[in-house]
């Protein structure tokens, strides 16, 4: 009878940790580090309802660190991976490429979101932070790159250094340019900025 309940019990606890969480979205997600990729160089399905809880799953999935704070406003991500908030230095998210005006825990996710956490400098006179890089592609093997600020706003990405996997490729000062065939993820990098997604 005991071993019955416990089966019947440990059943049971399956079945919810399995059902989907309520008002939860399929979005992708990714994490820049201060200094490298944390998570997902091409963003990873998650499926959350909200932009802190598609942090705490990426960090299960990818395992690293993640550590939130609750203040009298609400829980905030104080540390991800090595490197906790300092001054005017700390994590941020974006969804769909704008910061929203609302705490992570917060913002209703949609499916189809795109989620980006990131480390981010602020310019303490303007508080603004770093602009962050998105790379599109235009056809097969051709590609463009943007930088977005806060409001998700973009232009063209001048400058960029064009990355192929783990190795630095080629720059190109219109963000604009093609590729021969290769292997890896592309991603475009540029000082002061986050590091863009990854493509194919």
């Known amino acids: 009878m005991f071993s019955r309940s416990l089966a019947l019990l440990a059943a049971t606890a399956a079945a919810?940790?399995?059902?989907?969480?309520?008002?939860?979205?399929?979005?992708?997600i990714r994490v820049e580090g201060r200094?490298?990729?944390?998570?997902?160089?091409?963003?990873?399905?998650?499926?959350?309802?909200?932009?802190?809880?598609?942090?705490?799953?990426?960090?299960?999935?990818g395992e690293f660190y993640v550590h939130v704070q609750q203040a009298p406003?609400?829980?905030?991500?104080?540390?991800?991976?090595l490197y906790p908030a300092s001054g005017t230095s700390g994590w941020v998210y974006k969804v769909n490429g704008a910061s929203p005006p609302v705490g992570a825990d917060q913002y209703a996710?949609?499916?189809?979101?795109?989620?980006?956490?990131?480390?981010?400098?602020?310019?303490?006179?303007t508080f603004a932070g770093p602009k962050t890089l998105l790379l599109t592609r235009t056809s097969r093997r051709c590609?463009?790159?943007?930088?977005?600020?806060?409001?998700?706003?973009?232009?063209?990405?001048?400058?960029?250094?064009?990355?192929?996997g783990s190795r630095a490729r080629?720059?190109?000062?219109?963000?604009?340019f093609c590729l021969g065939p290769h292997t890896g993820l592309v991603h475009v990098r540029k000082p002061g900025l986050v590091r863009s997604n990854g493509l194919r």
């Open 109 to 125: 996710l949609k499916d189809g979101d795109t989620v980006l956490w990131y480390w981010a400098d602020f310019d303490s006179s």
């Open 170 to 176: 080629r720059t190109s000062a219109t963000g604009r």
């Open 143 to 164: 590609y463009a790159a943007f930088e977005q600020d806060d409001n998700g706003a973009r232009t063209a990405a001048r400058n960029v250094r064009v990355w192929i």
């Open 73 to 81: 406003f609400g829980p905030f991500v104080d540390q991800i991976g």
């Open 35 to 61: 200094t490298q990729t944390i998570f997902a160089r091409a963003p990873r399905l998650v499926v959350a309802p909200n932009a802190l809880q598609a942090l705490e799953l990426a960090s299960r999935a």
């Open 16 to 28: 919810f940790a399995l059902a989907p969480v309520a008002d939860a979205a399929r979005v992708t």
